[in-house]
C-alpha cells in the first residue's frame, strides 16, 4: 500500500531546478558557486507583434502577386516608418511599418513583425553549486539543506533568517513575536488565529513565516500579503505537527530559502522551505510505501496535524464509525493513544529519491 | 463473432485516474463475458514514483491476490496470452483519465457557428479553452497573435466552413494561426486539429504542415443546420493521447502490450451511454456522470444522439475550482443542524491541499455529502447552460467515481443523488461501483460482445427506480396513490403527499407492476403519460416516489430548513 509522502528531512543533497519559461541564453557554468541573487539566464520574450496583410491591403489576387512587391526578407530590422513593400510605377502604394521592428516571417502575403521585446532574467534563488545545464532554459543548483515541505502556500518567495517563535505545537503567532530583531527574518510558529498578524508581519517587514495552520478566513489576507507563507498542515486552528516544529527548532537562525509554491518554467513546485545546513549522518531514506514502524502525520480532521507511528496496516478494509470502509492503519500517536486512520489520511515523513524540483 | 472465434477468454483493463489505477479482469463464464475481480491501487503519476507502471504493477498484483490467478510472470512482466494452465490473459486495453487540463485554444469562422461547435468538441477532452478566434473577433489582428501566445496553448482546434462552403475565411484564419506557429519555439508548437470545410483540408494541411503536427478530423458543422461531434472526438482523442505519452511516464510503455491504443475515459464512457441509448427507450435518454478526482464526465445521449462533456471539477483535484466557483451557503445549505459552519469550511478547502484524504466522523461524513450534492447542482446547471440535458429526462442514470459510489451507505448515496441530480420522470439509478463502464468503452470497439454482455450481468448495481412527480399542489396535500404488485402477487398500496419521499420495498433482482392513480395537477412525466400501468424494477433502496417538486426548494430559515432535511432523511429510512 502506498500513501503520500510528506518532507521533514534532516539536512541532505538536495538539488532544484531553475529554469526560463522561454529559450534563452545560460549564463553559468556546470561547477561553478552561486549566490541566491546571481542571474543564472536571461532571455528576450515577445510582447508584440503586428501582421501586415500585403495581398488585403493592395488589393491583390492572391499571396503570389504579393511575393514580388514585398521588399524585405526575413530577419531584417525594420526602422519607424519603414517601407514593407511597394507596388512601382508613377503612382506607387507602398506600405510601412506600423513599428519598429524586426520581421519573423513572411508567408502567403503577410509580413509578421515582432515590434516589442522585453528582457526577463532568471535568479539562482538558492546558494550553491551548479550541478547541471538545462540547455537554453536554466540550471540544477545542489546545495546541503533540510527540507520541510508546506501543504499550502501563498506563491511568493523569499530567503533569509530562520526565527522559531514557537516553543509548543500549538504556539499562537503574537505581536510579541514581531520585535526589531525579527525584521527581514522568516518567522516559524505553530498556528496564527488573527489576520493583524499578518499585517505586523508586512509592516515590518519579516522575510516570510512558516506556520503549522491558519484558519481559512485568513486566506484572503495571506494571499494578499506581499512575502511567503506557508503551511506546513494546511487550514485550521490544530498547529503544527511536532516533526516539523523540532527540525524548525534545530536550525533556528540558520539560513532559508521559503518557496510558498511559485511557478519555476512551467512546472508548479510543492511549497517548501530549504534550510542550509551541512549533512546529517542520521539522514535515511524512505519511501512511500506504508508499512508498520514508520512515523506519519495526519493531514485530516480530528488528528490535524498529530504525528505517530505505524503500529500495524490493518488487513482488508476497516469500517469507521461513520460507516465508511476504508484502508487504514493502526497508530500509535505521539501521546501513546492508538488511532485507526484511514491510510489516505496520513503522511509517511520522511522523503524519497529523487529530490530535484 | 463469438467470444470463442475471437481466442479472448480473459480480458483486462487497466483504468488509470488521477488518484486510482485499477486492474479489471472479464473473463468467459458458461459462455458469456462476466466482470470477475477488480484490482486497486494508487496511481503512481507523480514523485516519488512518477510512472504509471508502478501503480498498474501494484494493481495487478492486487487482483492477482484477489483472484488466485497468476497473471505476472515472475520478472513481473504479463503473460500474454492465457496459458493453458489459466495463466495470463489474452487481451489488454487501457483507458486513462489522468493528466493536467490542456490550454486549449480554438479558431473557428463564425461565433456563433463553427466556433461554437468547435468549443463543443474542445469539451470532450480534459482540457480548458484558453483562447477562442472568430472572424467577428473585435480585437486586432496583432492582439489575437499576442492573447494566443501569452495563452501558451498545448492543442490548436480548428473549425471553419460548412463542406463546400466558403474557402477564403477558412485560409485567412489558416494564415493567421500558422503566423502564431511561426513566433513559438519550435519544441513548444502545440499540434493543430482541422475539423472544418472537407474540401480545403488539403490546403490547409499544406499551410500549417511546414510549423507542427497536423491532424483532420470530419467537418464539425458539415452544414448549418447539423453538428457531428462524435467522430471528430474520436479523432481528437488520438491526438490527446499523442500529447499524454509525453506528459505521463509509462502510458507510452504500456502501450505495445494493448490491443488498441490507450482511450481517454471520456470517449470511452461517451461510446458505452450512446450504445446505451441506442438500445432503450427512444424518447428518454441515459445520462452517465462519472465523478473523478479531477474533472467529471458526463454522457448524455439519446436515441444514439450524445452530448459529451469533461467538466473542470471533480470530488479531489478539481474540487477547488467547484469550492471557488461556489457560495458556501450553497453548500451548508444541505448541512444537518449543529453542523459548525467554519470547521465545515475549512474540512472542504483541508480537502483541496490532500484530495485522496476521507471524512472520519459522521460530521464530517455529512459535510462531504453536502458539498457533493451541491457539486452535483453546479454539473447539472452547466450541463442544462450547455443544452447538453435530454428534454424529457433520463430512464438510465449511471453513476460512476468513488465519491458517487463508494463514499457511504446506500440510503446516503441515494439521497446525495436525488438532491444532487433532481431527476425528473421515471429513472433507474444504476451505480459503476467498480469504475467498470470507461473500460467496456474501450473494449467495444475491438470486442463489441463483452460489454453487451457484462452489462447484462450483475456488475452494475441497481440503487433505486425513482418515480418523480411534478405538482403546484400545496405541500401536504395527497397527489398520487401507488399500487405496486410483484411477480409473486404481493401487493402494497401508498398514498404519496406533496413535499414527502415515498420508499416502497423493491428488492435487487425482483420487478413489479406499478399502478399510478395522479391527483388532478399531478404529472409525472414532462410529456403525458399515456399509461399509468408500468413495470419497475427493484434495487438496493427498493422504489422510491419523490415529491418534494422541482427544483427542490429548501426553506431560508436555517431551523426549519434542517428539520426538514431529517425529516426527508428519516423517510428514506428502511422501516
Known amino acids: 500500500m502506498y500513501t503520500s509522502f510528506i518532507q521533514f528531512t534532516p539536512a541532505t543533497h538536495v538539488r532544484r531546478s531553475r529554469l526560463l519559461p522561454v529559450v534563452g541564453t545560460v549564463m553559468v557554468r556546470q561547477g561553478q558557486k552561486v549566490n541566491a541573487e546571481d542571474i543564472l539566464a536571461e532571455a528576450t520574450v515577445p510582447t508584440h507583434h503586428e501582421l501586415v496583410d500585403v495581398v488585403r491591403v493592395f488589393g491583390l489576387s492572391g499571396p503570389k502577386a504579393a511575393e514580388s512587391l514585398i521588399q524585405r526578407k526575413v530577419g531584417e530590422i525594420l526602422g519607424e516608418h519603414d517601407i514593407i513593400a511597394e507596388t512601382g510605377g508613377i503612382f506607387s502604394r507602398v506600405i510601412r511599418t506600423p513599428a519598429p521592428g524586426k520581421i519573423i516571417s513572411i508567408h502567403d502575403g503577410q509580413v509578421l513583425i515582432q515590434t516589442e521585446t522585453k528582457n526577463i532574467s532568471l535568479e539562482a534563488r538558492y546558494s550553491g553549486t551548479i550541478a547541471e545545464i538545462i540547455n537554453n532554459r536554466g540550471a540544477v543548483i545542489e546545495t546541503t539543506a533540510s527540507i520541510i515541505q508546506g501543504a499550502w502556500g501563498n506563491k511568493k518567495f523569499a530567503a533569509g533568517p530562520l526565527l522559531c517563535k514557537a516553543e509548543t505545537t500549538s504556539a499562537v503567532l503574537a505581536s510579541a513575536d514581531f520585535e526589531i530583531t525579527a525584521r527581514g527574518s522568516i518567522i516559524a510558529s505553530a498556528t496564527c488565529n488573527d489576520e493583524k498578524m499578518l499585517d505586523l508581519a508586512a509592516t515590518l517587514p519579516v522575510a516570510g513565516l512558516i506556520l503549522g495552520t491558519m484558519p481559512f478566513s485568513l486566506l484572503e489576507k495571506a494571499l494578499s500579503q506581499p512575502y511567503p507563507i506557508l503551511l506546513t498542515e494546511g487550514f485550521g486552528r490544530s498547529g503544527m505537527n511536532s516533526a516539523a516544529l523540532k527540525m524548525l527548532s534545530l536550525y533556528n537562525n540558520h539560513e532559508v530559502a521559503l518557496d510558498a509554491g511559485l511557478e519555476n518554467g512551467s512546472i508548479q513546485s510543492r511549497p517548501e522551505a530549504l534550510v542550509y545546513a551541512p549533512v546529517d549522518e542520521r539522514n535515511i531514506v524512505i519511501q512511500s510505501r506504508v508499512t508498520a514502524g514508520q512515523m506519519v502525520r495526519v493531514h485530516t480532521a480530528p488528528y490535524l496535524g498529530q504525528t505517530g507511528t505505524i503500529e500495524k496496516i490493518i488487513p482488508g478494509l476497516t469500517a469507521l464509525p461513520n460507516g465508511l470502509r476504508v484502508c487504514a492503519a493502526s497508530v500509535i500517536m505521539d501521546n501513546k493513544e492508538r488511532k485507526i486512520i484511514p491510510i489516505f489520511n496520513l503522511d509517511v515523513i520522511g522523503f524519497a529519491q529523487p529530490t530535484s524540483g | ?575
Open chain 2, 1 to 575: 463473432m463469438s467470444p470463442a472465434n475471437q481466442e479472448a477468454y480473459s480480458v483486462m483493463a487497466l483504468d488509470i485516474g488521477t488518484v486510482h489505477t485499477r486492474a479489471l479482469l472479464f473473463e468467459i463464464v458458461e459462455e458469456t463475458y462476466h466482470f470477475i475481480a477488480a484490482g486497486v491501487a494508487p496511481s503512481t503519476t507523480e514523485l516519488p514514483q512518477n510512472d504509471i507502471g508502478i501503480g498498474v504493477q501494484i494493481a495487478i498484483r492486487d487482483l492477482q491476490n484477489l483472484t488466485g490467478r497468476i497473471l505476472l510472470n515472475q520478472q513481473g512482466s504479463l503473460i500474454i496470452p492465457c496459458q493453458m494452465n489459466g495463466e495470463g490473459i489474452d487481451r489488454i486495453f487501457i483507458t486513462y483519465s489522468v493528466g493536467r487540463r490542456l490550454a486549449i485554444a480554438t479558431f473557428g469562422l463564425m461565433s456563433d457557428v463553427s466556433l461554437q461547435s468547435i468549443n463543443k468538441l474542445a469539451s470532450t477532452v480534459t482540457g480548458q479553452i484558453v483562447e477562442s478566434i472568430s472572424l467577428n473577433d473585435p480585437r486586432t489582428i496583432h492582439e489575437q497573435i499576442d492573447d494566443t501566445l501569452n495563452a501558451h496553448p498545448d492543442l490548436i482546434l480548428f473549425a471553419g466552413g460548412t463542406d463546400r462552403g466558403a474557402s477564403r475565411s477558412v485560409k485567412k484564419m489558416a494564415n493567421l494561426i500558422a503566423a502564431i506557429l511561426q513566433l513559438m519555439p519550435k519544441s513548444a508548437r502545440p499540434p493543430v486539429v482541422y475539423s472544418g470545410n472537407l474540401l480545403l483540408a488539403k490546403p490547409v494541411q499544406e499551410t500549417l504542415d511546414a510549423f507542427t503536427v497536423f491532424s483532420n478530423t470530419g467537418n464539425v458543422r458539415p452544414n448549418m443546420e447539423n453538428e457531428e461531434i462524435d467522430q471528430a472526438a474520436e479523432e481528437l482523442a488520438k491526438v490527446v493521447t499523442t500529447l499524454r505519452y509525453e506528459e505521463i511516464d509509462g502510458l507510452k510503455q504500456l502501450t505495445p502490450l494493448c490491443n488498441d491504443s490507450p482511450c481517454p475515459s471520456a470517449i470511452a464512457i461517451g461510446r458505452i451511454t450512446r450504445f446505451l441509448s441506442k438500445v432503450r427507450d427512444p424518447e428518454k435518454g441515459v445520462l452517465s456522470i462519472d465523478l473523478g478526482a479531477a474533472s467529471t464526465i458526463t454522457a448524455s445521449a439519446v436515441a444514439g444522439e450524445l452530448n459529451l462533456n469533461v467538466l473542470p471539477v471533480g470530488s479531489a483535484q478539481g474540487f477547488e475550482k467547484f469550492l471557488k466557483a461556489t457560495p458556501f451557503s450553497e453548500i451548508s445549505q444541505w448541512f444537518p443542524t449543529g453542523t459548525n459552519f467554519e470547521e465545515a469550511r475549512e474540512q472542504l478547502w483541508q480537502k483541496t491541499l490532500f484530495p485522496a484524504s476521507l471524512p472520519m466522523t459522521v460530521e464530517a461524513l455529512s459535510v462531504e455529502h453536502s458539498a457533493y450534492r451541491q457539486l452535483l447542482r453546479y454539473i447539472m446547471r452547466e450541463l442544462a447552460a450547455r443544452g447538453a440535458l435530454a428534454e424529457n429526462g433520463y430512464e438510465t442514470i449511471l453513476c460512476s467515481g468513488a465519491a458517487l459510489t463508494q463514499s457511504g451507505s446506500p440510503r446516503q448515496l441515494l439521497k446525495m443523488l436525488l438532491d444532487g441530480i433532481q431527476p425528473q420522470g421515471i429513472s433507474t439509478f444504476i451505480l459503476d461501483s467498480h469504475s467498470i463502464l470507461p473500460t467496456l468503452g474501450a473494449i467495444a470497439r475491438t470486442l463489441p460482445l463483452l460489454p453487451v454482455q457484462v452489462l447484462e450481468s450483475s456488475a452494475f448495481t441497481n440503487l433505486a427506480t425513482v418515480i418523480s412527480t411534478d405538482s403546484n399542489l400545496r405541500i401536504g396535500s395527497q397527489i398520487l396513490h401507488a399500487h405496486l404488485q410483484t411477480s409473486d402477487g404481493k401487493t402494497t398500496e401508498v398514498i404519496v403527499k406533496q413535499g414527502t419521499l415515498a420508499v416502497i420495498p423493491l428488492r435487487t433482482g425482483e420487478s413489479a407492476t406499478l399502478d399510478l392513480e395522479l391527483n388532478r395537477g399531478v404529472q409525472v412525466e414532462s410529456f403525458e403519460l399515456q399509461d399509468t400501468h408500468f413495470k419497475v424494477n427493484g434495487g438496493l433502496c427498493g422504489l422510491i416516489i419523490d415529491a418534494r417538486g422541482r427544483p427542490i426548494r429548501l426553506p431560508k430559515n436555517p431551523a426549519i430548513r434542517g428539520e426538514l432535511l431529517g425529516r426527508w432523511d428519516s423517510m428514506l429510512a428502511p422501516k
